[in-house]
Structure formats: structure tokens, C-alpha cells
């Protein structure tokens, strides 16, 4: 009989895992980003093509996220020794520096705690798993990649700056939003606000639908 344990998985607007693990810059737990917005994000292994593009394209990144006030955070079940090496390796054969932390989860505490082993996938690897974590230490979002196939950072940071942009002004955003696109008004809960609306000054294409510019 196979074992039909269920795979843990966390929860969108619910606490994220806690976690106490060695990186290649000392210890880190989720309470250390108290305050800030933390992007944590798995890969396969150190030292595979894929990873490695993914690695520099949010190192190359670290500073437009950061300016987000938010925090970089690698993960993958290897050695805290092969994660330096690798890090290494990258700075000198593609001239590209990762400053931010790697956690080294041999134990895999942490990739079992956020659901990032995916039996289908591999047993004894991490997906491509990416999370969005408040200041509050409340997850956001979370986004599953396969194995042969990178990540998006580009639609990481844009998700980011979604999640914020919506946050501050008590609004949600259309299909593949960017800064300067209108943004949509919550919709109205009564009937008399349904028929306010037309007058409210949106961009109203029926009750339901509108939209304004920040």
C-alpha cells in the first residue's frame, strides 16, 4: 500500500510556516522579516542551468525589490558548503553577484513545512515554488513552477507590486496590471450601492464593473 499521507500545503492570508535554518549568511527565521515583505523561493538544486538563471535574474533584481522594502530568501535541499560554492561559482563564470541568503535544507524541514515537495515531481528535491509574505508574516501569494521550467521574476515583482499597490489604495487589479493601468473599484454589497454607482465618478461599465485611476 502507498503511503497517502497528504502533502502539507500552506494557506493564502494565513500565517506563513515558521522557520529556523542555517543560510549561507547565519541563521534565519521568519521572524527576522518582522516588518518587511519577504519573497521566499525553492529551486532544484545548486549548480543546474535553470537555477542558476533564475539566481542571477533576482539578483539582478535584488536592488528593485528592496527599494519594495522587501527581502530575497533562496532555498534548495543542499549543503550550506555547496551553496556557497555555487554562489561562487556564478560571480566568477557569469559576473553576477547573489547578496541574498540561501537557506541549505538537508533536513528539508523547511520545503515540507511550505509544501514545496511535490511526490510527482521528485521526492528528495524542491519545486520551483515561490511565496509572498506580509510584514505581518501573513502569506500573500504562492506560485508553483515544474522543474523544466524557470520562473518568471519579472512577473514576481509585478505580482509584488500588485499585492502593495492594492493594499494601500483598497482596490484589486485586472488581468496583468503594471503602474499607471486603472485599477478596479470594489464592487457594490447592497442594492442601493449598485444603484449609486453610475453617479460615483468610475469608469463604470455596470454596477459591478468599474474603474479609476490611482
Known sequence: MTDQTP?????????????????????????DYRG?????????????PVCTTEFMAFAKRQEEFAALDT??????????????????????????EVRFPIIADLSMTVAAAYGMIQPGASDTAAVRATF?????????????????????????HRL???????????????????????VIVPTPATPDAAEARLGEGYDTVDWYFSTRHL
Open 160 to 182: 509584488l507590486v500588485a499585492l502593495q499597490t492594492a493594499d494601500a489604495n483598497a482596490c484589486a487589479m485586472p488581468e496583468n496590471w503594471v503602474p499607471g493601468d486603472p
Open 36 to 48: 518587511k515583505w519577504l519573497i521566499l523561493f525553492s529551486h532544484p538544486a545548486d549548480f543546474t
Open 7 to 31: 502533502i502539507p500545503m500552506p494557506r493564502l492570508n494565513e500565517a506563513a510556516p515558521d522557520f529556523d535554518a542555517p543560510t549561507t549568511q547565519g541563521r534565519r527565521t521568519l521572524a
Open 71 to 96: 527581502e530575497l530568501l533562496g532555498l534548495s535541499i543542499d549543503s550550506h558548503y555547496s551553496h556557497i560554492a555555487w554562489v561562487r561559482n556564478i560571480k566568477e563564470k557569469f559576473g553576477v
Open 132 to 156: 509572498i509574505i506580509d510584514p505581518e508574516g501573513v502569506l500573500r501569494a504562492m506560485v508553483y513552477y515544474p522543474m523544466n521550467a524557470g520562473r518568471s521574476v519579472a512577473e514576481i
